[in-house]
T-cell receptor, first 112, second 109 residues
């Protein structure tokens, strides 16, 4: 049972480039979330989804897009990367909303 | 006032000591209270989960919620070097979880 799988683990992007961070879960969870974590700033919610075909903005959505075509996958798209998007990105899922998440191991992104 | 406040530390204690980690919050609508542990360069993992005021114990860990004071605590008994990590308090708002900034804990052998 793999849980929540994130790829890639590390990535360096140049300013203006685009990329997709992948997130897959095999627990049949309806709820999925994307957070970014910056040193000393805690976890900030970017986007979340309560089921396939449904997505909504979190606290810091600007510069990002998501889609949820299947229960398993919740990719995060970065368009026109900026240095402010340098961060560690975590995907999480849960069976029943806020009652405890399972996190992936993170993607460490640097924009130069 | 931030919704969730947590002292970032770092907090250094000797092995075997009792550790007390705390958070305060401002939103009385929070229902579920959680503690996550995050090792360096890893994702957070759920450690304790409580609903309503009171204590919950799991091995060496005790989570305490005081809704009247809007204050939650995590106690670690007989602390071990393997407990060295960042501990994040968390609580729900609707279907989302709001996290504290985390307290870095060092257990000194």
């Amino acid at each position: 049972n793999a849980g929540v799988t994130q790829t890639p683990k590390f990535r360096i992007l140049k300013i203006g480039q685009s990329m997709t961070l992948q997130c897959t879960q095999d627990m049949n969870h309806n709820y999925m979330y994307w957070y970014r974590q910056d040193p000393g700033m805690g976890l900030k919610l970017i986007y979340y989804s309560v089921g396939a075909g449904i997505t909504d903005k979190g606290e810091v959505p600007n510069g990002y897009n998501v889609s949820r075509s299947t229960t398993e996958d919740f990719p995060l798209r970065l368009e026109l990367a900026a240095p402010s998007q340098t961060s560690v990105y975590f995907c999480a899922s849960s069976y029943k909303g806020a009652q405890g998440y399972t996190f992936g191991s993170g993607t460490r992104l640097t924009v130069v | 006032q931030k919704e969730v406040e947590q002292d970032p530390g770092p907090l250094s204690v000797p092995e075997g000591a009792i550790v007390s980690l705390n958070c305060t919050y401002s939103n009385s609508a929070f229902q579920y209270f959680m503690w996550y542990r995050q090792y360096s360069r890893k994702g957070p993992e759920l450690l304790m989960y409580t609903y309503s005021s009171g204590n919950k114990e799991d091995g060496r860990f005790t989570a305490q919620v005081d809704k009247s004071s809007k204050y939650i605590s995590l106690f670690i008994r007989d602390s071990q070097p393997s407990d060295s990590a960042t501990y994040l308090c968390a609580m729900n708002r609707d279907d989302k979880i709001i996290f504290g900034k985390g307290t870095r804990l060092h257990i000194l052998p």
